[in-house]
């Protein structure tokens, strides 16, 4: 669409016109826009507001960095950046710029960017009548002789008038005389000469010279004139001229063509004989300059030769002007004219100009975005101006054909940063000339990083072990985390997801070192107390949007060998425990068997067992992995009744290094089982008996209290809580969690805030009586352990190797009393035993254990702890 829109800048310079050509594309990238300006106009002349022309937004002319393409900027025009105002800065001389072309043009790209938009500006410089016509010669001399016949010609130099279209040369003028007169022919090129043409003939003797003025008058308003002197000399008469083969001739050459390559071969002939018939060849005077330059002829033959570089692209058609003169005396000349049309050779390569380039784009941008705008132009003509234009290589990015000879790079795809970074674009341009020709130019174009990649960790979980009692502090590993992007985008940052361990903040048990991932401990960690524990963290960039990805990491604490074994059977008074071996006992003889369990796991929690002291003559010999003691041989008939044996029993763990504990038993010499057992069960009846009364009395009252409290609890807990109804009920009680159950349960207790009902109370048996002679009393509850390392620590827990300690001492038949508000006492299984020696000493019967600890036996303190 061509719209023809008139400037008000023409109020001041009535020739100024503008020319606005709108060019919409689908990227609506490029338009064009042609204004007209004066020559010789004075520094500041308004040519136009580029702006306003074209509907842009002036407030965002600086915001999107309107400029010029510095490749098509002119020292005669400025555009003010922050208007778009295009003026005149320097005066224009259109024949200094463009010669004698008929139209003279200034280009001018500007552009703006976000989005790329760019605008060719034309603007054509209007010639103004500021040259008058002027021959080459102030005089110009021409003699003819004087037998010339009527209607002869003779071409006269021309003037020259650098100004074009109307303003150039538009005829000549001559005095008016009764002799000539002027035939004013224009050439092809359009270009005007005269040719003085004899009115009348010459009579050397009435006047020998003749004298005119020659006036040159070009178009303009007013027109202007350039004058010479005409002098016309009278000759004698020769009597025949030169004659030409015909009055023009046409050759073609091809351009570049060597210099010496002829041209023509010109032919004159005159019938005259000697001087009068021998004929010089030259140029004609108005000929121009140009021609002499480029082509040379010989005098003597008539010969046209090549003398300089003819190119098409210069002028595509040149015309000489040849006269032929005898050298006879008034020789009259004869003219002809030898037109050279210069063929077009394929010697221009394309010319590949980049108007403006995108120095990065980003790997977001959609399909489509403009890149780069190039021009492509080819000086040849015809098949050899034809220019293909293509981009070299496997790249995302293709050409749009724009306007004219203009092209767009735009990405032909989605672009991955993290996969190429920057891409080396070369366009290629080839014509279809024989041979063809071809150039290519390169950018370099970058791509932006766009956050698009979550950081990823090296490992979705991480297996992190720390060795118990570790230092608080302490490094414990670090989680990688690896983000293809760059910059912002890939600067990581590392956390740990808040949650919940043993009711308490992960954030108390480990931290992590934000900017390297590295993971330390804040607490020394307790095997026995935690096995494992797992929390998440998560890695996130410092792009916008911020991008995350989380890992699991599982902390598995690595047992130490940090306790010592405790020994939980047999038990005894005072640190010793008293076993019974009769007399007659034989070899293999079980006299007892000893229990002890260790906190730790593994290899540190495997046991042995070995006799370190007392087992003089290798009396006894101890099982190393079942603990039990056994005689050796059978007792010495010669020994003493009442010589005892004291012996040391050493346990000892599997670790690094191995810890250890002992036992002390006193081995006692007995006739029999029955009479040991008798002993001591007469011994703890009786103190069981004298302690029965209390204790029912502190069951009856502990029962009612417990029971008033229980009852008091429910009712505040069905207040405040009426849709919660259920009870969770704590039972410590268990067969699994008999042995020192004691203070892990009252720590249990208060931690977890059970309410109590009649359904705690459980009752068990302290003591177990074995039947048959030959074999041992082994109690199944635990109050200490003798000579153990760590006496003040207590477990809640069990081993499956201590399990099956204990389960072997539970297989014996045991007797429970069931009713703990009939009886307060505990009624031992008697087994054949000996006399009162031995009461008050031995740890195996219950009661005796209930008498030193206040008169209560161990069911009772099962009872009396559990709800205390």
Known sequence: ????????????????????????????????????????????????????????????????????????????????????????????????????????QLNMEVFLENPLELFRVEIEVVDINDNPPSFPETDIIVEISESATPGTRFPLESAFDPDVGSNALRTYDITTNNYFYLDVQTQTDGNKFAELVLEKPLDREQQAAHRYVLTA????????????????????????????EQPVYTVSLSENVPVGTLVIQLNATD?????????????????????????GIDPRTGRIEVRGEVDFEESSLYQIFVQAKDLGPNAVPAHCKVLVKVADVNDNAPEITFSTVTESVSEKAAPGTVI????????????????????????????????????????????????????????????????????????????????????????????????????????????????????????????ILECDIQGMSVKTYVSINEETGYLYALRSFDYEQLKDFTFMVRAKDSGA???????????????????????????????????????SAEPGYLVTRVVAMDADDGENARLSYSIQRGNDNGMFRMDWRTGELRTARRVSAKRDPHQQYDLVIEVRDHGQPPLSSSASILVML????????????????????????????????????????????MI????????????????????????????????????????????????????????????????????????????????????????????????????????????????SSKDSGHGDSEQGDSDHDATNRGHSSGKISVPHLFFFSHFI
């Open 1 to 104: 669409m061509n719209l023809f829109l008139f400037y008000p800048s023409a109020l001041v310079f009535p020739v100024m016109i503008v020319f606005l050509i709108a060019l919409c594309f689908t990227d609506g990238a490029l338009s064009q826009i042609r204004y007209s300006v004066p020559e010789e106009a004075e520094h500041g002349t308004l040519v136009g507001n580029i702006a306003e022309d074209l509907g842009l937004d002036l407030t965002k002319l600086a915001s999107r960095r309107f400029q010029v393409v510095p490749s098509s900027r002119t020292p005669y025009l400025e555009v003010n950046l922050e208007n778009g105002v295009l003026f005149v800065n320097e005066k224009i001389d259109r024949e200094q710029i463009c010669k004698q072309s008929a139209s003279c």
């Open 670 to 713: 007995v006739d029999s089982m029955a009479e040991g057992r008798g002993v001591g069960d007469k011994v703890g009846t009786s103190k069981a008996k004298d302690g029965a009364l209390d204790l029912t009395l502190i069951l009856i009252i502990a029962l009612g209290s417990v029971s008033f409290i229980f009852l008091l609890v």
């Open 716 to 827: 505040v807990l069905a207040v405040r809580c009426q849709k919660d109804k259920k009870l969770n009920i704590y039972t410590c009680l268990t067969s699994d969690c008999f042995l020192g159950c004691n203070s892990c349960c009252s720590r249990q207790g208060r931690s977890r805030k059970k309410k109590l009902s009649k359904a705690d109370i459980m009752l068990v048996q302290s003591t177990v009586n074995v039947s048959g002679p030959g074999t041992a009393q082994v109690p199944v509850e635990e109050s200490g352990s003798f000579g153990s390392h760590h006496q003040n620590q207590n477990y809640c827990y069990q081993t499956k190797h201590q399990r099956t300690e204990l389960s072997y001492l539970v297989e014996r038949p045991r007797r429970v009393n069931s009713s703990a508000f009939q009886e307060a006492d505990l009624v």
């Open 217 to 244: 008058v070009d178009g303009g308003q007013p027109p202007r004139t350039g004058t010479a002197l005409l002098v016309v000399k009278v000759l004698d008469s020769n009597d025949n001229v030169p004659v030409f």
């Open 271 to 295: 019938l005259d004989e000697g001087l009068n018939g021998e004929i010089v060849y030259s140029f004609s005077n108005h000929i121009s300059s140009r021609v002499k330059e480029l082509f």
């Open 372 to 495: 780069a705008l190039l021009s492509v132009t080819d000086r040849d003509a015809e098949q050899n101006g034809q220019i293909h234009v293509e981009i070299l290589g496997d790249v995302p990015f293709k050409l749009k054909s724009s306007f004219r000879n203009y092209f767009t790079i735009v990405t032909d795809g989605l672009l991955n940063r993290e996969q190429a970074d920057s891409y080396s674009v070369t366009v290629v341009a080839r014509d279809k000339g024989t041979p063809s020709l071809a150039s290519s130019k390169s950018i370099r174009v970058q791509v932006s990083d766009e956050n698009d990649n979550a950081p990823t960790f090296t490992q979705s979980v991480y297996d992190v072990y720390v060795t118990e009692n570790n230092v608080p502090g302490a490094y414990i590993h670090a989680v990688t985390a690896l983000d293809p992007d760059i910059g912002q985008n890939a600067l990581i940052t590392y956390s």
């Open 545 to 583: 949007p911020e991008l995350s990805s989380n890992a699991t990491v599982k902390v598995i604490i690595v047992d130490q060998n940090d306790n010592a074994p405790l020994v939980l059977a047999p038990l005894g008074k005072n640190g010793t425990a008293k076993e019974p071996l009769p007399r």
